[in-house]
C-alpha cells in the first residue's frame, strides 16, 4: 500500500478541479510527487514506465490550463497517460494497471470522461482530434482540442494524412508533437532526423521571437523580418514542414520546464487555427536507470526502485519463447539464404529481431511505425529477387490489410509474415489481442497459413513459409510453448498436411496451434482422437473427409475467434461434400476481452483444459460415460 502522506500535493487531487486550486509556483513540486509517484506505483505492479515519466510536466501543465473533460485531450500513443489517468481520479486504482478487472494499461472511454479517445495503436490521435474539432465548431461549440503525439507515433503515415487535411480546412486545434527520439527502440527515418535537426535551431528561435517582441507588425522592417524569416527557416529549420502543411508551428521547447510549458500553452491556447507545439522530452526522465536503458525500461516487470529492473536468475531452464524461436530462425536461415531480408515496423525488441540487427545490419529494416509501407516494401523488395520476411504482431497487421491483398497475394509474391502475439495476448487488452488474424487471413487467395503446435513446429513452419514460392504466414503466440526440444536443421513440412497425434474413438478433436496441447489432455481423457491441423489454409480435407467417416462427432479448437475461423473452414468443408456431422466450434467469443493475464482470459473464454472440457460435456454427454468407464478402469 503506497503511503499517501508522503504526497501532501497530489494525495489532494481527486479531480483536475483539485489541480487548478494550486498556484502555479506549486506545480514543480506537484511534479516531483508525481513522477515519484509514478515510479513506485509501476514499479510495484508492472506497466509502461518511461513514458509516462517523460510526460509529467506536460500533463499537469495540461490539466492545469485546460478544462477537461469539456475541453478534449487525445493521447498518443496511450501508453503516455499513466500520469493522465492519476490526475484524472485514479490515482488510488492506478497499482491495479493492466491486471484483470482493473484499470487498461491505454485511455479508454468506458473507463473515464477524461479519456476522450481509444488510443491503443499509435498514430490516430491527429485525425481523431481533427474530427473532434471539425464537429464541435459545426455546432458552435468554442470547446478546446488538443492532440498529443509522440513516443514515435509521429513518424506514421496516418498522422500525416491528419496533418495534410487540417492545415487545409484550418480548424481550431493544437498538437503537441512530444519528441523523445524514442517508441520502444530508437526512433529512425528522415522525420526523426528532421526533429533532430529542429534541436539545432534553439538559437534561431530565440532570435526570431526577439525581434518580434521588439518591431511593431506595421513596421517595414517587420515586413522585411517577416520575409526573411521565411528564407531563413526554409534553410536551417525544418519546421517549415509543418507551416507548409497548413500549422502554425512553436518550438522546440523544454517539455521539463513547467513555467516555459505553461507561458507557451498559454500562448498558442489563444490562437485560430491549426497549431502545433514542439516539446522535447526525456523518456524515463527523473529515473535515472530508466534515463540510460530506454527501451529496456519502456515496459517493466514489478521491481524494486532503489535496484532497478534486475534480472533474475533461476535455477530452472527458461523455456524459450515463440519470439524467440523466430529470431534464431531467421539468423539461422539468414546465414543460409542471402537473399532473406528481414523487415519490423518498429518492433525489434518485440518481434526477436535484435540479434540479426547486429549480425545482418545490411539486411534488417526498421521502417518505424508504418505497417503498410513495411508490406508493400516487402512486397518491391520481392519483385527483384530477394526474400523479405515481415516480423509483426497479429494486431498491428490488421493495419496493412489492403497491402497484404493488393500488393502481396494478389501478385502471388513470395512474403512471409511471422505473425507474433496471435491469439490472447493478456495484460494490454484488446488494442492488442490477435484474435482475428484465422479469419482475416484465410479468406486471402493464394495466402499460406499456419499455426504451430510446439517450438520445432514453429522452426519448421517457418522453413516451409520462407521456402515456398507464394506468400506465407505463420502465427504463433505470446510467451513459451510446451518445451519441446528444437532441431537446429532447417526442415519442411508437406503443405497443407495435418498431423494424428492421438487416435481414439467416438470423437474428433482437430486442435489448431496451442490448442493442441490443451486437447491431448482432453484427448487422453475421452479416449477422443487428437489432430494438429497445422495449416489453417489450405486445409487438410483428405484427413477431415477421412475422420468424417470414422468418428461421431468433430470438435475444432482455436485461439481465434469463432466467427469466420479455422472452425469455420472445416464447416465449410464438410457443407461442400454435403456431410453431417455433429460439429463443435471451440474459440474466442463475439466480444472484445479485456486485459488480464494470458491464462485468465484463455480460462475467461472457456479455452483452457477445465473449459474445453466443460464444453465438450455440455455438448455430447453421451461421451461422459466413456470418460468415467475409463477412471473406473485406472
Avoid at 479508454?108 to 470522461?113: I, M, Q
Wanted: with cysteine; aromatic share 8%; glycine share 8%.
Amino acid at each position: 500500500m503506497i503511503d499517501p502522506f508522503r504526497y501532501p500535493l497530489l494525495s489532494k487531487i481527486d479531480s483536475p478541479a483539485d489541480l487548478k486550486k494550486l498556484r502555479e509556483d506549486q506545480l514543480p513540486e506537484l511534479a516531483e510527487e508525481l513522477r515519484a509517484y509514478l515510479i513506485e506505483s509501476v514499479a510495484s505492479v508492472g506497466g509502461h514506465f518511461g513514458a509516462g515519466l517523460g510526460v509529467v510536466e506536460l500533463t499537469i501543465a495540461l490539466q492545469y490550463l485546460y478544462d477537461t473533460p469539456r475541453d478534449r485531450i487525445v493521447w498518443d500513443v496511450g501508453h503516455q497517460c499513466y500520469p493522465h489517468k492519476i490526475l484524472t481520479g485514479r490515482r488510488d486504482a492506478i497499482t491495479t494497471i493492466k491486471q484483470k478487472d482493473g484499470l487498461a494499461p491505454f485511455p479508454k472511454r468506458a473507463e473515464s470522461e477524461y479519456d476522450t479517445f481509444g488510443v491503443g495503436h499509435s498514430s490516430t490521435s491527429i485525425s481523431a482530434a481533427l474530427g473532434m474539432a471539425i464537429a464541435a465548431q459545426r455546432k458552435g461549440d468554442d470547446r478546446k482540442i488538443v492532440a498529443v503525439i509522440g513516443d514515435g507515433a509521429m513518424t506514421a503515415g496516418m498522422a500525416f494524412e491528419a496533418l495534410n487535411h487540417g492545415g487545409d480546412i484550418e480548424p481550431d486545434m493544437l498538437v503537441i508533437l512530444n519528441d523523445n527520439g524514442m517508441s520502444i527502440s530508437e526512433n529512425v527515418g528522415a522525420t526523426t532526423k528532421m526533429l533532430a535537426r529542429l534541436l539545432a535551431s534553439r538559437r534561431l528561435n530565440r532570435l526570431r521571437e526577439g525581434a518580434k517582441r521588439a518591431l511593431s507588425p506595421r513596421s517595414l522592417l517587420w515586413r522585411f523580418f517577416r520575409r526573411w524569416e521565411e528564407h531563413a527557416k526554409g534553410m536551417f529549420v525544418p519546421s517549415t514542414l509543418f507551416e507548409e502543411l497548413g500549422f502554425h508551428y512553436t518550438g522546440p521547447i523544454d517539455g521539463h520546464d513547467l513555467p516555459l510549458l505553461l507561458h507557451s500553452l498559454k500562448t498558442v491556447k489563444q490562437l485560430r487555427g491549426p497549431q502545433l507545439l514542439h516539446v522535447i522530452t526525456t523518456k524515463g526522465k527523473g529515473y535515472e536507470p530508466a534515463e540510460r536503458a530506454q527501451i529496456e525500461y519502456h515496459a517493466v516487470s514489478p521491481f524494486d526502485p532503489k535496484q532497478g529492473v534486475v534480472k533474475k536468475a533461476s535455477s530452472a531452464p527458461k523455456k524459450i519463447t515463440y519470439t524467440e524461436v523466430f529470431g534464431d530462425w531467421l539468423c539461422d536461415m539468414a546465414a543460409s539464404d542471402a537473399n532473406l531480408y528481414g523487415i519490423t515496423p518498429a518492433m525489434r525488441e518485440g518481434s526477436g529481431l535484435v540479434r540479426f540487427s547486429k549480425e545482418f545490419p545490411d539486411r534488417y529494416f526498421d521502417v518505424a511505425i508504418a505497417e503498410q509501407h513495411a508490406v508493400t516494401l516487402a512486397a518491391g523488395m520481392a519483385c527483384e529477387g530477394a526474400h523479405p520476411v515481415v516480423a509483426i504482431y497479429s494486431t498491428f497487421l490488421q493495419r496493412a490489410y489492403d497491402q497484404l491483398i493488393h500488393d502481396i497475394a494478389l501478385q502471388g509474391l513470395p512474403v512471409l509474415f511471422a505473425v507474433d502475439r496471435a491469439g490472447v495476448v493478456g495484460p494490454d487488452g484488446p488494442t492488442h489481442a490477435g484474435s482475428f488474424d484465422l479469419s482475416y487471413l484465410r479468406c486471402i487467395p493464394n495466402l499460406v497459413v499456419m499455426a504451430p503446435a510446439d517450438e520445432n513446429e514453429c522452426r519448421q513452419m517457418l522453413t516451409t513459409g520462407f521456402r515456398h514460392d507464394g506468400p506465407a504466414a505463420v502465427r504463433y503466440p505470446r510467451g513459451s510453448g510446451p518445451g519441446v526440444v528444437i532441431e537446429r536443421e532447417l526442415t519442411t513440412l508437406p503443405i497443407g498436411r495435418a498431423q494424428v497425434r492421438r487416435h481414439g474413438r467416438g470423437l474428433a478433436l482437430l486442435a489448431f496451434g496451442c490448442m493442441v496441447a490443451p486437447a491431448e489432455e482432453i484427448g487422453a481423457e475421452l479416449d477422443a482422437c487428437v489432430i494438429n491441423m497445422r495449416f489453417v489454409k489450405p486445409l487438410d480435407e483428405e484427413l477431415i473427409l477421412k475422420l468424417t467417416r470414422t468418428y461421431e462427432a468433430l470438435v475444432t479448437l482455436e485461439d481465434n475467434v469463432i466467427a469466420g475461423g479455422a472452425g469455420s473452414a472445416v464447416a465449410e468443408v464438410l457443407d461442400a461434400h454435403g456431410i453431417e456431422l455433429p460439429l463443435l466450434h471451440l474459440g474466442l467469443p463475439d466480444e472484445f476481452l479485456e486485459h488480464g493475464s494470458r491464462e485468465e482470459l484463455l480460462a475467461q473464454a472457456g479455452l483452457d483444459a477445465a473449459g474445453i472440457r466443460r464444453a465438450i460435456l455440455a455438448r455430447f454427454p453421451q461421451f461422459a460415460r466413456q470418460e468415467n468407464t475409463l477412471r473406473d478402469a485406472v
